[in-house]
Nanobody
Framework: QVQLVESGGGLVQAGGSLRLSCAAS????????MGWYRQAPGKQRELVAVVISGGSTNYADSVKGRFTISRDNTKNTVTLQMNSLSPEDTGVYYC??????????????WGQGTQVTVSS
């Protein structure tokens, strides 16, 4: 079982910055992908950014150039640095981790979510 603990959400004015962190703990033979998703009110959950074990990253077009995702494999943490925030970035941000078991299966886990609110 894997537990994800998120931190760093809050209220910020447009143009400001926030830093989200997610720490994974538990039985994790190998962590594959770590990422962040978000869900705005009335909308579906969407990918924000992911980073795979080798360090490659992928971003939603709407956040490219403003957000930076990074991971620390020694601490099993993933961080999302969010700059130049706009009200459209408002939503609940969820940490997501894909873990490869000892038998080769892939399982994904979700954090509880952290609220990000950007005021205009």
């Amino acid at each position: 079982q894997v537990q994800l603990v998120e931190s760093g959400g809050g209220l910020v004015q447009a143009g400001g910055s926030l830093r989200l962190s997610c720490a994974a703990s538990g039985t994790m033979p190998s962590i594959n992908t770590m990422g962040w998703y978000r869900q705005a009110p009335g909308k579906q959950r969407e990918l924000v950014a992911v980073v795979i074990s080798g360090g490659s990253t992928n971003y939603a077009d709407s956040v490219k150039g403003r957000f930076t995702i990074s991971r620390d494999n020694t601490k099993n943490t993933v961080t999302l640095q969010m700059n130049s925030l706009s009200p459209e970035d408002t939503g609940v941000y969820y940490c997501n981790v894909w873990v490869r078991t000892a038998t080769g299966q892939l399982w994904d886990y979700w954090g509880q979510g952290t609220q990000v609110t950007v005021s205009s």
